[in-house]
């Protein structure tokens, strides 16, 4: 199980290190890399080509302002590319948002919340969970401790109020 995670600069790092951390504790092997797809150009088309023989199953990019980072991957691969649009500029990551939601047809990029990640993590996660069953049983546990949890705070917000 792989995967790649770009970022345009090293900026970026603090708001994409957490869908590192939550690829890694569920023993997937991730690529990270800095590659912007205006000063790297170069590097960044020689990264695509050896994800796309690598193994790499899905490529997490994160990008602010302009955000043509996600765009150029995705125009660089079939793999699935997920967008992580970045706050940072003057509109506070809605550039960003736009720029990598409005794909043009046959290039598509799934798109997160601004600065969102934790759920492109988990979006790879259940991508590869089709074809990785012990991936599928471990998000299903975690999302029954989740609802544990939720059902747990329901009853002390309930008996607070009796």
């Not at 800095?34 to 050896?50: K, N, Y």
């Not at 796309?52 to 991957?73: H, K």
């Not at 993590?121 to 609802?147: C, D, G, N, S, T």
């Amino acid at each position: 199980m792989r995967t790649a995670v770009i970022m345009g600069s090293t900026s970026d790092l603090p708001k994409v290190e957490p869908a590192v951390e939550i690829l890694k504790s569920y023993g997937v092997q991730v690529d990270v890399r800095c590659l912007s797809a205006h000063r790297a150009h170069a590097g960044l088309s020689a990264f695509m080509e050896e994800t796309n023989r690598n193994g790499t199953e899905v490529i997490i990019t994160a990008a602010g302002m302009a955000a043509a980072l996600p765009g150029v991957v995705a125009s660089q691969t079939v793999l699935p590319v997920i967008g992580v649009p970045l706050s940072g500029s003057v509109l506070d990551g809605m550039d960003a948002l736009y720029s990598i939601v409005q794909m043009p047809s046959g290039i598509p990029v799934a798109t997160v919340a601004i600065n969102g990640s934790k759920n492109a993590a988990y979006l790879a996660l259940q991508i590869m969970a089709v074809r990785h069953p012990e991936l599928k049983e471990l998000l299903l546990a975690e999302r029954k401790e989740m609802e544990e949890n939720a059902m747990k705070a329901n009853k002390e917000v309930q008996e607070r109020f009796r």
